[in-house]
């Protein structure tokens, strides 16, 4: 069985801050993919990234980063100078290298970045 | 990306009543998923939606209750039957199909309230 888990239920931060957005994973594939998904109050589920299981590079985009250890089986979020726009609810999900593919998400994150 | 829309954006309905929630994409893909999102939670995978055949339902989730269609390869629909206030969430689609990047994207989703 696959298992995400967002232990930060909430965060609160004061513009200009970095925050980072803790995800551990748990599944028996050896091939998987990582994803971060954004909801800010609109509702609507934004893509941010997917990473693969044997791609363990880390990334940057722009004030995104993500930094994948397999080790710890985490896959965590940073954004660097938050913005008030940055507030949303942050998701991390897990999917399996099977043909079904479908989404494991985690409990969320609540960001709210203060002006 | 393949864009993908639902009808309706959002709905209040009585309860015992039925709502079919339409969800189109723009282009062929080979999976389309239905996910729940009750208010304040994460998201719950329903069912996996086969072209051809009927759907994959998960743990909890019945056809009867949620009946899903699957025409063509741009096209699904699901039903919430017989709704009572418990089914007031997000139903949100997604579509994705096997390539090696995994990549899933999701409709607006549909707010559904049952009074």
């Known amino acids: 069985a696959q298992k995400v888990t967002q232990a930060q239920t909430e965060i609160s931060v004061v513009e200009k801050e970095d925050v980072t957005l803790d995800c551990v994973y748990e599944?028996?594939?050896?091939?998987?993919?990582l994803f971060w998904y954004k909801q800010p109050p609109s509702g609507e589920l934004v893509f941010l990234i997917r990473?693969?299981?044997?791609?363990?590079q880390n990334e940057i985009s722009g004030r995104y980063s993500w930094n994948f250890q397999k080790s710890t089986s985490s896959f965590n979020f940073t954004i660097t100078a938050s913005q008030v726009v940055d507030s949303a609810v942050y998701f991390c999900?897990?999917?399996?290298?099977?043909?079904?593919?479908?989404?494991?998400f985690g409990s969320g994150t609540q960001l709210t970045v203060l002006p | 990306s393949a864009v993908i829309s639902q009808k309706p954006s959002r709905d209040i309905c009585q309860r015992g009543t039925s709502l079919t929630i339409q969800c189109q994409v723009d282009?062929?893909?080979?999976?389309m998923f239905w996910y729940r999102q009750q208010p304040g939670q994460s998201l719950t995978l329903i069912a996996t939606?086969?072209?051809?055949?009927?759907?994959?339902?998960e743990s909890g989730f019945v056809i009867d209750k949620f009946p899903i269609s699957r025409p063509n390869l741009t096209f699904s629909t699901l039903t919430v039957s017989n709704m009572s206030p418990e089914d007031s969430s997000i139903y949100l689609c997604?579509?994705?199909?096997?390539?090696?990047?995994?990549?899933?994207?999701f409709g607006p989703g549909t707010r559904l309230t049952v009074l």
């Open positions: 599944t028996r594939d050896t091939t998987y993919y």
């Open positions: 997604s579509a994705g199909g096997t390539s090696r990047y995994n990549e899933q994207f």
């Open positions: 990473r693969n299981s044997f791609d363990e």
């Open positions: 939606a086969n072209q051809g055949s009927e759907a994959t339902y």
């Open positions: 999900a897990l999917s399996g290298s099977g043909s079904a593919r479908q989404l494991t």
């Open positions: 282009s062929q893909v080979t999976m």
